[in-house]
């Protein structure tokens, strides 16, 4: 996640779980652009530039909730895994649901992980701290 200057997008209706994500990457020292979206109508809108906060770049991670209002996660992920331009783009889930139809279902979806929301901020702390070793060595595709 840290190495290149593409944002990170996350998908989230919580603003306590925002705030907690947002505090653990500034306490891993991790400087990322971070993007957020409180439903997959919004996310969809800052993916095709539609979003006054879209600044040209396509992220090369979305975070995303799959209970939200409006467009739930599975219907956002059906939408971008059915979009060649975004298709390639890794999401990893991070719900509070440990329900594995949910589970199954994400990851038929092609998502790159499946995560449980930590009950606490330094949860979030150490979530983030694993993402980043990941993501750090994973090599990610070149969308923009």
Not at 2 to 20: H, K, Y
Not at 79 to 104: C, F, G, Q, Y
Request: net charge negative.
């Amino acid at each position: 996640m840290i190495r290149s200057g593409s944002p990170l997008l996350v998908v989230e209706d919580n603003e306590t779980d925002v705030f907690c994500l947002k505090q653990a990457f500034e306490k891993n020292g991790i400087g990322k652009v971070i993007v957020t979206a409180s439903n997959g109508e919004e996310a969809l809108a800052y993916l095709n530039g539609e979003s006054p906060d879209f600044d040209g770049r396509i992220p090369n991670l979305i975070l995303l909730d799959l209970n939200m209002p409006i467009m739930n996660g599975f219907e956002f992920l059906e939408a971008i895994k059915s979009d060649p331009r975004l298709k390639t783009i890794p999401v990893v889930i991070l719900t509070s649901s440990t329900s594995e139809v949910d589970m199954n279902d994400s990851y038929n979806n092609n998502i790159a992980g499946y995560i449980e929301k930590p009950m606490d901020p330094d949860g979030y702390i150490e979530v983030v701290r694993v993402l980043n070793q990941y993501w750090t060595l994973n090599y990610l595709p070149t969308i923009n």
